[in-house]
Structure formats: C-alpha cells, structure tokens
RNA sequence: GCGAGAGUGGCGGAACUGGUAGACGCACCGGCCUUAGGAGCCGGCGGUUAUGCCGUAGGGGUUCGACUCCCCUCUCUCGCACCA
C-alpha cells in the first residue's frame, strides 16, 4: 500500500494507458458515440499556458464522465500552428517557423499535455500546418470558390502595420490587432472574402434553438447586429436619387438635413463648385484619422456643407445635405436621413451647426417647449402630413413605409452588422490561397488533384508591407501555368486566414487515416455534429462563428447534412491570479510544469477545478494545489487501510450510507451541470466522514473511487488496481446510489417564530403536522416565546420547519 | 448608450424550483505530538454593547418566511457601439 507518491503513480499511468492503448477507441466499433471536443491549442513556444489546462481538464472531466456512464467518448487533439501568432514568434526570435513549430508540438504533446493526465486519443493528432492537413483547407476554399461563397473585391479593409497584412473586422479589437496591438489603418485593397453575410439571418435564428452557454450567444446577436427599417430613396434637387437606410421612416417629417459619409462616391458629384475646397479638406482630415479616434465616444461632430440640397419624398421639401463623419460608408447605404429631434446624434450635430429641429412625435400628443436632447420615446406623430396622430414606431413605421413603396420611393430592409470575412493575409505561414490568375481564363481555382499547393520553404519570409505575402517575391512559385488553357499564369500569393484552419479540425479527426477526403461520409454521420465542445468565449465572434458559418456553406455545397457542428457549447469562466489578471509583463503567469513536479497531475486538475465554479472562472491562490494533495492523502489512507481490512458488503451504518448514497446523488448531478468546485467539496465531506468514523468498507471505497476518476485520473487508477481489479477504472462503470438511503431516519425541524429561528428539534422523519405539532408547542425554548402572545397562523414544511405567527394577546 | 453576467466573512467560494446564510477549502487562533517543522492530528473561527440584536452592495416592496421574487439606485466584469 504504503504513501502516495504522485510522481511514481502518475509516471506509471502513462505508461500503462500508452501500453494497453486504454484512450485509443475503435471509431466504427463504438456504439454509444460520444464526441468530446475541447479548442485546440496553438503550441506557443513558450509552452502550455494554465489557461489551457484549465480548460482543458475541464472537458476531459466530461469525456471521462461520461465514459464511466457508459458512452464511447472520443477525445481527439491537435494543433492550430499556423498563423500570425506563430510567425510573429518566430520573426520576433531569429526563427523560422517550419523548424520551430514541430518542436513546440513535439514539447506541447510529450512534455506538457501528456503529463496532464488528459484521455486523448493520440492515434488521431491534427496538425493544421501539415500538407495532407491543409490540402484541405485549400480544398474548403475551392469549393467556397466554386459555390460562390469566395470572391476578391477591392474595398476598404483594415491594415494592420504591425503584421504587415489585412485583417478580419473579427480580428481588430477597439481598433488594434488582435495580435500585435498596432493600431488598425484603413486601406484600399482588393482582397478575398467569404460570403459570411449570405446566412446572417439563418445563423441568427438558429441561435434560439441551439444549446449554448448564454453569453456567447449573445456576443454572436450582438456582432450579427440585426436592425429592422427601411431603404427610402431621396433625389438631389436636380440630381441623381439616391438611398438612405432608417429604422424610423415613421419620422420622415422630422428629416431636417442629410448626412453622406465623407467617402460616398456621390459627394463628388453633387457638391457645388464653392463648397468643393472645403469638402476636399474634410474628406483628407476624416482619411487621416484612425478607426478608433473617429468612432471616439463623445467626440465633437465635425462636418461640411455639399452645397446641394435633397429632395424629402414624403413632402417634396428640399434640406441641405452635408458630409460628416459619423456616418460610415461601410453600413446600410453610406447616407442618412437627420432627424435631430429623435436621434441624440443628429440631435448634436444639429445643435452644433444651427440647423433647424422638428418635432414629429409628441409624447401623449403634447408638443414640447424646448429640446434639451432628443426624444426618442413613444408618441404619436406630429407634423407629419397625413400620418399625424397615427402612433409612432411600428405602426407608423409600416404607415409611412408602405405609402412610399407604393410610390417605388421606398423598401422595407433589414440590415446586418456583420461583414464578410476578409481571408486573405499578405503573409507567409498559412495555407497559400488555391487560386490561378490566366489572362484569358481569368481567377482558376486549383483542381483538386493538385492540391496541395505546397507553401514553399522561404529563407526570407519577413512580411514587406507591399501589400504582397512574401510568397510573391518565389518567382518559381509565383508563375505557373493555368490548369485550364495550359497558358502561362500567376499564383494567388496571399494565404488564408488562420481561422479557416480551425473553421473545419473536428471534421477531420474522425477521418484522419483518409488521404482522399477531408472527411469520411460514414464516419461524419456517426461522430458529428459535436456533441460538448468546451472552451473558451474569446472566440464567440472568431471561430465560433467562422465554424457555424463554415458549417452552414458545406451544408449548401452537399458536403455535410447538418447546419450546425456543435449540439452543444459550455463556455468556460477565465482563471486570474491572487484576483489579478495573468499577464508576462506582470511576471504572474503560472507554470503549470512547477505544480505538476511538486504536487502532481492530480492535485493540480482537481485544485484548478476547486478554485470558483468552472464556468464563472477562479482565482488561482498559492498554498491551494499543496491543500489538494493533503486531501488526496487523506483520500488514498480512507479509501485503502492499512490496516483492518475492509468489509465487502454494503456498509451497516445508516449515517455512513446516508453519507454514500447522498454523495453519490451530488456528485452525479454536479459533474454533470459542470458545477466542479461543489463536487469536489462533497467529496471532501464524505472523505471527512469516513476518516472521523474510521469506516473501512470496500463499496465506499470503490464508489469514492469511480468518483474521483474524472477529477484525478491517475490516482483513482491506481487505488482501483490496490482494490484488486485488472482492467481500467473507466470501465467500471458509474456508482448507483440508493435513493431510500439519501434520506435520514431522524430530521432537524426548524421552529420559527414570526420568520426567526427560535429551536432546532430533532424528530423522526415523515411525520405528519398533527404528530409534530403538541412536540414544537411543548418544547421549553418554544414555549418562551409563546408567552402572552396568540398564534395566528401555523406553517408547516414536512421534515423541515415549522413557522408559528404571533401576536401579542 | 444597448445587451449579458455579477456584487455573500480576512480570502476563494457554497446555498437545488423562496424554508437553518456562510457548505467545502485557504488564512488565522488555541491545543496535542515532535530534537525540529512550511508535516500530521484535535478544537475554534461573520459582527456585536449576547437570554438578545444586526448581517448576503444600498433603498423600497411582495411573503408566515427573501442571498433567492418585483421596483429603484450604486459598483464591477464581459460583449457591441456615432451601426442611422
């Protein structure tokens, strides 16, 4: 028996699962398939991050759950190793990142991940930089392509001058780079994009229905960004018409004044020959400022007069249309409507400028006297022609809009926030874009026996801020011939976005052996959609979202009969230290390598899920994984005795099965709602029990046992081994507990007098009121606080309280 | 501003559909054991002017009874944000 030692138990777990091949599941054999799906990690070379191995743990906690309750649970990993964080590394040290990266998957898998404790299926690793893996995601693209879902247009896009490249809308935070935190510029360039914005609606809608943590449903309703209204044509007196988006076209009569973004292409037409230097300067001024300082809250409205006026469809009134900055070119049509009595930002601009406000609705009908900031509540219309008294907002909306779409002046419009996804980077480590430009054939998408179109090794693989991926200065990569007419040709330089590398990976781990396919028909209808993906929500508008979309797009092509990958997503909470963030600079990052050495695998997972619950996050204390192991100590000596023996038959005591059965009932429920931190205090009180009482029963042991298996594997394999049994604990199935045996012979009633606790009475369970009642009216510490007083009311909670209200007499 | 979540001892955190607030643990205090202890074991631990009273951010309300439900206010975290 002796100590336990976790160094020595958890170096021969390893082995002994790595040997008898324990994590490895014959995929087609299983017959309650359960797919566990937990982020893979980008192997940094500074290792695995505790923020990883919380997660981590988190989920295989599930997969081995739920391995216990019976389930074929596969629990595959792998690695997001291309990408910018990657090549920023690398450039930043003097590497390259075709030599680095291996090494840090070969540190990430051997040295740090295995060593966690984790049930992964190793035999199905992914790793997103290998050719047969991103043969694949060049195939995603092509199919895109060929299905319309890929195309190149020239727009605005947002530059990173740090990394040198474009970025996606979802990768500039408060206006820097996601990575490197260089303030974003915008640029024009032409770039590729997929058609995210073709299903906005659909992978909306579909969030009502799918089982996922709240908050990253959220956050993806909020980045969608839908908004009901309408698109109502305006004509310049004497112009072209042109459109404006509104969500209130029931306050068109309020329209004093219009607004054109200073890039709206019209401007140079319409502006007047004396207001054009003025223009111009204003327009080189907006060019100038970055995303974030023009988009600054509470920043001063600035504008100029175009000279023009419009014409307002709804009365024929002509109002001055201005440039100005709050409006942005890249939402609804570039142009608004002003309505400064009902809009807080026309409202100031108005101020600002002199420009005249109009009241069009009246709360209960009542006009005001004076507009300090604009009413944007509900009334009913004023001076609004023919539609007065009619209700504002909805009624008036579809009033006022229905007139004009009869008139061809306007259309009801929903517009979303969201934007298509920009996918091509002007940088080196990524899957090189499979696409072939011929003079006469125009874009070629690579054929899939091509495929893949090889990165090529570059000694020199600085990103040059060209506008180019350094792949363009490889002449021998760079010309080729065109697969359609044989003719010379040109390659697409630019690589995909890291985020399409991990928009598919779960698709591939069922179907790693195939060479032919991204993925097996079969095997992708037995193993997917997920069933738990865990992780983190810092990608709920990143690759949460990328992978629905993606989803959706295959769903479209006939590659996959499901929309959506995952039939569930838990959100995990974030871990701070001593209540502060973990940060390099703040020299307080955890190693969990240290922890693992001195206290074990186990105590370490079971310390990190004791912290704070799993989906709230925890604060990371000093002293806490040493207090871990003690515990487990003292589980290892209560579970095997040195002494004594242990009773094989279902333990006597009712106290000791109460405590059993009940915990069992806990601990089942806790793991299951990811409530971590309560199982393991509910262990804790059962180990508590068993050591004060000295019990030594050979179920309680094994039931403690199967328990603690998902929290702290290593530990629990071993004990179940000393108990006697060959094979794996996680075949042993879940405990059972007694429901008869979770309730005690003997309850403590709570006696209350007005709502406050006066005397506690033990008594025998299930009795009723009447059988109760002379023994709560007759105890001594009752019976004081009756004194002079009349009862009035008697409430009555079987085996829990008793409530008398008084009144003085 | 909009949306989501949260606010409980010295600390991390419990409390299932309203029913004993503070489970479990850390820290701390006392004791035992020991040549020694950053080990182990036993006990204590919200406050207080203690037969009681007050305590779950603050203020109201509903209820026999509120951390829990409703209204108002404050604070914090996250997401979105001059998005028309």
Same mark, same amino acid.
């Given at each position: 028996?002796?100590?336990?030692?976790?160094?020595?138990?958890?170096?021969?777990?390893?082995?002994?699962?790595?040997?008898?091949?324990?994590?490895?599941?014959?995929?087609?054999?299983?017959?309650?398939?359960?797919?566990?799906?937990?982020?893979?990690?980008?192997?940094?070379?500074?290792?695995?991050?505790?923020?990883?191995?919380?997660?981590?743990?988190?989920?295989?906690?599930?997969?081995?759950?739920?391995?216990?309750?019976?389930?074929?649970?596969?629990?595959?990993?792998?690695?997001?190793?291309?990408?910018?964080?990657?090549?920023?590394?690398?450039?930043?040290?003097?590497?390259?990142?075709?030599?680095?990266?291996?090494?840090?998957?070969?540190?990430?898998?051997?040295?740090?991940?295995?060593?966690?404790?984790?049930?992964?299926?190793?035999?199905?690793?992914?790793?997103?930089?290998?050719?047969?893996?991103?043969?694949?995601?060049?195939?995603?693209?092509?199919?895109?392509?060929?299905?319309?879902?890929?195309?190149?247009?020239?727009?605005?896009?947002?530059?990173?001058?740090?990394?040198?490249?474009?970025?996606?809308?979802?990768?500039?935070?408060?206006?820097?780079?996601?990575?490197?935190?260089?303030?974003?510029?915008?640029?024009?360039?032409?770039?590729?994009?997929?058609?995210?914005?073709?299903?906005?609606?659909?992978?909306?809608?579909?969030?009502?229905?799918?089982?996922?943590?709240?908050?990253?449903?959220?956050?993806?309703?909020?980045?969608?960004?839908?908004?009901?209204?309408?698109?109502?044509?305006?004509?310049?007196?004497?112009?072209?018409?042109?459109?404006?988006?509104?969500?209130?076209?029931?306050?068109?009569?309020?329209?004093?004044?219009?607004?054109?973004?200073?890039?709206?292409?019209?401007?140079?037409?319409?502006?007047?020959?004396?207001?054009?230097?003025?223009?111009?300067?204003?327009?080189?001024?907006?060019?100038?400022?970055?995303?974030?300082?023009?988009?600054?809250?509470?920043?001063?409205?600035?504008?100029?007069?175009? #000279? /023009?006026? +419009? %014409?307002?469809?709804?009365?024929?009134?002509?109002?001055?249309?201005?440039?100005? $900055? =709050?409006?942005?070119? &890249?939402?609804?049509?570039?142009?608004?409507?002003?309505?400064?009595?009902?809009?807080?930002?026309?409202?100031?601009?108005?101020?600002?400028?002199?420009?005249?406000?109009?009241?069009?609705?009246?709360?209960?009908?009542?006009?005001?006297?004076?507009?300090?900031?604009?009413?944007?509540?509900?009334?009913?219309?004023?001076?609004?022609?023919?539609?007065?008294?009619?209700?504002?907002?909805?009624?008036?909306?579809?009033?006022?809009?229905?007139?004009?779409?009869?008139?061809?002046?306007?259309?009801?419009?929903?517009?979303?926030?969201?934007?298509?996804?920009?996918?091509?980077?002007?940088?080196?480590?990524?899957?090189?874009?499979?696409?072939?430009?011929?003079?006469?054939? #125009? /874009?070629? +998408? %690579?054929?899939?026996?091509?495929?893949?179109?090889?990165?090529?090794?570059?000694? $020199? =693989?600085?990103?040059? &801020?060209?506008?180019?991926?350094?792949?363009?200065?490889?002449?021998?990569?760079?010309?080729?011939?065109?697969?359609?007419?044989?003719?010379?040709?040109?390659?697409?330089?630019?690589?995909?976005?890291?985020?399409?590398?991990?928009?598919?990976?779960?698709?591939?781990?069922?179907?790693?052996?195939?060479?032919?396919?991204?993925?097996?028909?079969?095997?992708?209808?037995?193993?997917?959609?997920?069933?738990?993906?865990?992780?983190?929500?810092?990608?709920?508008?990143?690759?949460?979202?990328?992978?629905?979309?993606?989803?959706?797009?295959?769903?479209?092509?006939?590659?996959?009969?499901?929309?959506?990958?995952?039939?569930?997503?838990?959100?995990?909470?974030?871990?701070?230290?001593?209540? +502060?963030?973990?940060?390099?600079?703040?020299?307080?990052?955890?190693?969990?390598?240290?922890?693992?050495?001195?206290? &074990?695998?186990?105590?370490?997972?079971?310390?990190?899920?004791?912290?704070?619950?799993?989906?709230?996050?925890?604060?990371?204390?000093?002293?806490?994984?040493?207090?871990?192991?003690?515990?487990?100590?003292?589980?290892?000596?209560?579970?095997?005795?040195?002494?004594?023996?242990?009773?094989?038959?279902?333990?006597?005591?009712?106290?000791?099965?109460?405590?059993?059965?009940?915990?069992?009932?806990?601990?089942?429920?806790?793991?299951?709602?990811?409530?971590?931190?309560?199982?393991?205090?509910?262990?804790?009180?059962?180990?508590?029990?068993?050591?004060?009482?000295?019990?030594?029963?050979?179920?309680?042991?094994?039931?403690?046992?199967?328990?603690?298996?998902?929290?702290?594997?290593?530990?629990?394999?071993?004990?179940?081994?000393?108990?006697?049994?060959?094979?794996?604990?996680?075949?042993?199935?879940?405990?059972?507990?007694?429901?008869?045996?979770?309730?005690?012979?003997?309850?403590?009633?709570?006696?209350?007098?007005?709502?406050?606790?006066?005397?506690?009475?033990?008594?025998?369970?299930?009795?009723?009121?009447?059988?109760?009642?002379?023994?709560?009216?007759?105890?001594?510490?009752?019976?004081?606080?009756?004194?002079?007083?009349?009862?009035?009311?008697?409430?009555?909670?079987?085996?829990?309280?008793?409530?008398?209200?008084?009144?003085?007499?």
């Amino acid at each position: 028996m002796g100590k336990y030692d976790p160094a020595a138990v958890e170096a021969k777990w390893r082995t002994v699962w790595e040997e008898r091949g324990t994590d490895r599941l014959d995929l087609d054999k299983a017959e309650k398939p359960f797919y566990n799906l937990m982020m893979f990690p980008y192997p940094s070379a500074e290792g695995l991050h505790v923020g990883n191995v919380f997660a981590f743990v988190g989920s295989d906690i599930q997969g081995r759950f739920h391995r216990l309750k019976g389930f074929d649970v596969f629990e595959p990993m792998g690695f997001d190793a291309f990408g910018m964080h990657s090549e920023n590394f690398a450039l930043k040290n003097g590497r390259h990142p075709a030599e680095m990266v291996p090494k840090n998957i070969e540190n990430f898998r051997e040295n740090q991940l295995k060593k966690v404790g984790l049930m992964l299926d190793w035999s199905r690793q992914v790793d997103t930089t290998s050719p047969e893996y991103y043969k694949w995601t060049q195939w995603m693209f092509v199919t895109l392509y060929k299905n319309g879902f890929a195309y190149k247009k020239k727009a605005p896009v947002n530059w990173c001058p740090g990394c040198k490249t474009v970025l996606a809308a979802e990768q500039v935070i408060d206006g820097e780079c996601e990575r490197c935190t260089s303030t974003v510029v915008k640029k024009d360039m032409e770039q590729w994009y997929f058609k995210t914005t073709a299903f906005a609606q659909e992978l909306l809608d579909e969030l009502d229905r799918i089982d996922w943590s709240e908050r990253t449903k959220t956050a993806q309703r909020n980045w969608i960004g839908r908004s009901q209204g309408a698109e109502v044509t305006f004509s310049v007196d004497g112009g072209p018409d042109f459109q404006i988006f509104t969500t209130r076209p029931d306050t068109l009569f309020g329209a004093t004044y219009m607004v054109f973004s200073p890039e709206h292409p019209l401007l140079d037409q319409i502006t007047t020959p004396e207001q054009r230097p003025a223009l111009s300067e204003y327009r080189a001024a907006a060019a100038a400022l970055s995303e974030v300082d023009r988009q600054a809250e509470g920043r001063d409205k600035t504008g100029v007069f175009t #000279g /023009a006026d +419009a %014409v307002n469809p709804v009365n024929n009134e002509r109002i001055p249309i201005w440039a100005a $900055d =709050y409006v942005l070119m &890249g939402y609804g049509t570039g142009a608004i409507m002003a309505v400064p009595a009902h809009d807080q930002r026309d409202f100031d601009f108005a101020v600002k400028f002199n420009l005249p406000i109009r009241q069009v609705v009246a709360p209960d009908g009542k006009m005001f006297d004076a507009l300090p900031e604009a009413y944007v509540g509900e009334g009913l219309l004023v001076n609004s022609g023919d539609f007065n008294g009619l209700p504002a907002k909805e009624q008036g909306i579809e009033a006022v809009t229905t007139r004009l779409k009869e008139q061809g002046r306007a259309e009801f419009k929903i517009n979303y926030r969201l934007r298509d996804w920009c996918v091509s980077r002007q940088r080196y480590w990524g899957p090189p874009i499979p696409i072939i430009y011929c003079d006469k054939c #125009g /874009a070629v +998408a %690579v054929p899939e026996k091509d495929l893949p179109v090889t990165l090529p090794y570059l000694e $020199d =693989y600085k990103p040059d &801020g060209s506008g180019f991926s350094p792949l363009r200065r490889d002449e021998s990569f760079f010309h080729t011939t065109c697969p359609e007419c044989g003719g010379p040709a040109t390659r697409e330089t630019d690589v995909s976005d890291n985020f399409l590398c991990s928009a598919w990976y779960f698709y591939r781990y069922p179907s790693t052996e195939f060479g032919d396919r991204p993925f097996d028909a079969a095997r992708t209808k037995k193993w997917l959609p997920v069933d738990l993906y865990v992780g983190g929500n810092e990608h709920a508008v990143l690759h949460l979202l990328y992978s629905r979309w993606l989803c959706r797009a295959l769903n479209q092509c006939g590659h996959l009969d499901f929309v959506e990958p995952y039939k569930r997503f838990v959100a995990h909470g974030m871990i701070v230290r001593e209540g +502060a963030k973990m940060s390099k600079s703040r020299g307080n990052v955890i190693n969990p390598d240290e922890y693992i050495r001195e206290f &074990g695998a186990d105590a370490f997972r079971m310390y990190l899920m004791f912290m704070g619950a799993y989906l709230e996050g925890g604060d990371f204390r000093d002293g806490g994984v040493r207090a871990m192991k003690s515990f487990l100590d003292r589980l290892w000596t209560a579970v095997l005795p040195e002494e004594g023996g242990l009773a094989a038959t279902e333990p006597e005591d009712a106290e000791t099965r109460f405590w059993l059965h009940s915990t069992i009932k806990a601990v089942t429920a806790d793991l299951a709602r990811f409530s971590y931190n309560t199982a393991i205090a509910r262990l804790m009180e059962l180990i508590n029990h068993v050591t004060k009482n000295r019990v030594r029963n050979r179920v309680v042991s094994e039931a403690v046992v199967k328990m603690v298996a998902p929290l702290a594997p290593h530990v629990a394999e071993e004990m179940w081994e000393q108990l006697g049994h060959s094979e794996t604990v996680f075949a042993g199935g879940w405990p059972e507990w007694d429901e008869e045996a979770t309730f005690r012979a003997t309850v403590e009633y709570v006696v209350q007098i007005n709502g406050k606790v006066r005397a506690k009475l033990d008594l025998p369970a299930g009795l009723s009121q009447e059988v109760i009642e002379p023994q709560v009216l007759d105890n001594p510490a009752v019976a004081k606080w009756l004194e002079g007083q009349t009862i009035v009311k008697k409430v009555y909670v079987q085996d829990k309280l008793m409530n008398l209200v008084v009144k003085p007499n």
